[in-house]
């Protein structure tokens, strides 16, 4: 999924998302950054959780395991699992926790457009 927002826009784009889940197996990671919004990794490390499988290349080279645990690639859990099928079954619990916890006092039924303000 992409999403994309220019100026006001893509400030308000943080607002709206609660939080970003993502599983990694035998892609590479990708940093989160920007040269607009200095607080964007930061952002990112607050609200994400970016579980990576246990024989993902990151964890094969110290380098690389000590800068994927930096902000700008999120909130990095190393699972014990491979494969993502068995990983988005195995953390289902833990996911929909989290999930839970972030929308308490969250509208979940979404915000309003233009035309519904209209009628």
């Known amino acids: 999924m ?6 006001q826009g893509y400030t308000d ?3 709206r998302i609660s939080g970003v ?7 590479p990671l990708r940093p989160v950054k920007s040269d607009v919004d200095e607080y964007l990794s930061h952002w ?9 499988a246990a024989d993902h290349a990151c964890w094969q080279d110290g380098d690389l395991t000590r800068k994927v645990n930096k902000r700008r690639f999120g909130t990095v859990i190393r699972s014990p699992h491979v494969g993502l099928a068995t ?9 929909k926790e ?4 972030r929308s308490s006092g969250v509208d979940l039924h979404g915000d309003t457009t233009e035309d519904d303000k209209m009628t």
Do not use: L, P, Q
């Open 2 to 7: 992409s999403i994309f927002g220019f100026n």
């Open 13 to 15: 784009v943080k607002e």
């Open 21 to 27: 889940i993502s599983f990694v197996s035998g892609a």
């Open 44 to 52: 990112y490390k607050d609200n994400s959780r970016v579980y990576v």
């Open 87 to 95: 990983m988005m079954k195995e953390h289902a619990k833990d996911v």
């Open 98 to 101: 989290w999930i839970v916890a």
